[in-house]
Every structure is written in structure tokens, then in C-alpha cells.
């Protein structure tokens, strides 16, 4: 059974940053994309950002020249490196993957984790 464990979520000051993992176990395919969605109190879930096998990636415009999302295949593990942090940014994070890169893209995807809290002190 596949699992998504995530760790990285914490309390950082604005400006700060944080590194965010997941990492895929419990399956030997290659997800054909792995993404970072968040849900704020109040707000619709949204994506964040994606990187499928091939290293095609996706960010939402809000942060888009501040996060950074990578991806070890062999490792089945992905990041997301947030620098200059916002309180905007203060949600549950959570790791998602799918062998069909569009079910991910379209907030689909088959497996999810639990969610990780990041927030952003002012």
C-alpha cells in the first residue's frame, strides 16, 4: 500500500525558510508526477506547485519565484524549498502523487499524505 510521509512543516518567521519532503513508500512505479498542494483556514485547496518524471514543472503564481520543487526519482521523494515566506503562505501543506501527472495537476491525484502545518509568524 502506498504511503506519503511528509516532515519538514514547522513555525518560521516571515522572510524565512523551509524545506519541505515527501518521500513515497510502499510502491516500486514511478509516479508520473509528484506535487505540493495547501489549504488555508477558509480558502480552497490550491496547487502549489508540481514536477512530473520527465522534470516538467508547475508553480502557482504566487510563488513562483520563491518556492522550488525537486524531485529524486529513484528516491520516489520530492521537495519543496520555500524561501522568503510570507504569512500568506501560513496553511496545511500536503505531498500528492499519481502515475498520471494531469490527475495530479488537476487535484485527483490517487495518493495523498496527511498534511503538514507550515506557518509563517510576522
Known amino acids: 500500500q502506498v504511503q506519503l510521509v511528509e516532515s519538514g512543516g514547522g513555525l518560521v518567521q516571515a522572510g524565512g525558510s523551509l524545506r519541505l519532503s515527501c518521500a513515497a513508500s510502499?510502491?516500486?512505479?514511478?509516479?508520473?508526477?509528484m506535487g505540493w498542494y495547501r489549504q488555508a483556514p477558509g480558502k480552497q485547496r490550491e496547487l502549489v506547485a508540481s514536477?512530473?518524471?520527465?522534470?516538467?514543472?508547475n508553480y502557482a503564481d504566487s510563488v513562483r519565484d520563491r518556492f522550488t520543487i525537486s524531485r529524486d526519482n529513484g528516491e520516489n521523494t520530492v521537495y519543496l524549498q520555500m524561501t522568503s515566506l510570507k504569512s500568506e503562505d501560513t496553511a496545511v501543506y500536503y505531498c500528492a502523487a499519481d502515475l498520471s501527472s494531469m490527475a495530479v495537476l488537476r487535484g485527483r491525484a490517487g495518493y495523498w499524505g496527511q498534511g503538514t502545518q507550515v506557518t509563517v509568524s510576522s
Open positions: 510502499g510502491s516500486n512505479l514511478l509516479f508520473g508526477a
Open positions: 514536477i512530473t518524471s520527465g522534470g516538467s514543472r
